[in-house]
């Protein structure tokens, strides 16, 4: 009997000590996103066992992947990527996604999942806190693909993205934008997340991914944007990442 009280006290002091180091490192992301958060990130995709049509994640290999990319120092893992299938996922597959990845050993690698509007609120709430009890520092979040495709207003985004802006603010981890039209079905443009970072919950946004075709339209467009000069810009696009790292030093704030 002692002996399991003693386990349960080692146990609740490693959760205690977890979360306060994420907590401590998403504070720092969002005091300084430009200094502090990483400017690699990695699309995790989800290998997969199992035959079709609905396969299931392998968690054996979801650790050596993630701890591979740890070993060759990946700044930042997003798991539950968009273009990796996270779209796709119902949230129980989504929650088993992230605990899952909490086997790995990723060392000072970041651990980002993906988040999306048309999940409801209940949903969003259990996956925020299953990210936070698996050791995650920042929740992403695009469009939701409830929208008007194509045609959502950067007030509708901004609307739809807001609650869930908030929710991972509220949880002590830092927030991500992302835009992804291929997946969402509508931009995330540079005036819609200013409109985000003006509002309520705005304050804890540090960075945004912008996984879009045209550079000059789409990424270059953020780092010109004053609002955003505080915020981390994170290119999506191998062939575009020469173009950004010239570019950002130039609008920093």
């Not at 990130?41 to 066992?49: E, S, W």
């Not at 054996?60 to 997003?78: C, F, I, P």
């Not at 273009?83 to 996922?89: E, F, W």
């Not at 200013?194 to 467009?221: F, M, Q, R």
Request: contains cysteine; proline residues 4%; charged residues 25%.
């Amino acid at each position: 009997m002692i002996r399991t009280e003693k386990r349960e006290l080692l146990a609740d002091a490693q959760r205690h000590y977890s979360a306060n180091l994420v907590q401590s490192r998403a504070a720092k992301f969002i005091s300084n996103p430009i200094e502090n958060f990483p400017r690699d990130t990695v699309a995790c995709f989800d290998p997969c066992k199992g035959e079709m049509p609905r396969r299931e994640l392998d968690d054996d290999m979801l650790v050596k992947y993630l701890e591979k990319l740890a070993e060759n120092d990946a700044g930042a893992v997003l798991i539950a990527a968009s273009a990796g299938g996270g779209h796709l996922r119902t949230v129980d597959e989504l929650d088993h996604w992230y605990r899952a990845s909490a086997k790995a050993n990723v060392g000072t690698t970041v651990k980002v999942g993906l988040l999306r509007p048309e999940d409801t609120r209940e949903d969003n709430l259990r996956l925020i806190k299953t990210m936070k009890e698996s050791g995650f520092e920042c929740g992403f979040i695009r469009p939701g693909t409830d929208l008007p495709k194509g045609c959502a207003t950067d007030q509708e985004v901004a609307d739809n993205m807001r609650p869930l802006v908030q929710m991972i603010g509220d949880a002590g981890l830092a927030v991500g934008c992302y835009s992804i039209s291929g997946v969402s079905g509508n931009q995330l443009t540079p005036d819609a997340l200013a409109n985000l970072v003006s509002g309520k919950g705005g304050d804890k946004i540090a960075a945004v991914k912008v996984t879009e075709l045209d550079y000059e339209s789409t990424t270059l467009k953020f780092l010109q944007h004053e609002t955003l000069s505080h915020l981390k810009i994170v290119q999506g696009w191998d062939q575009n990442l020469c173009k950004a790292f010239i570019d950002g030093p130039k609008y920093d704030a």
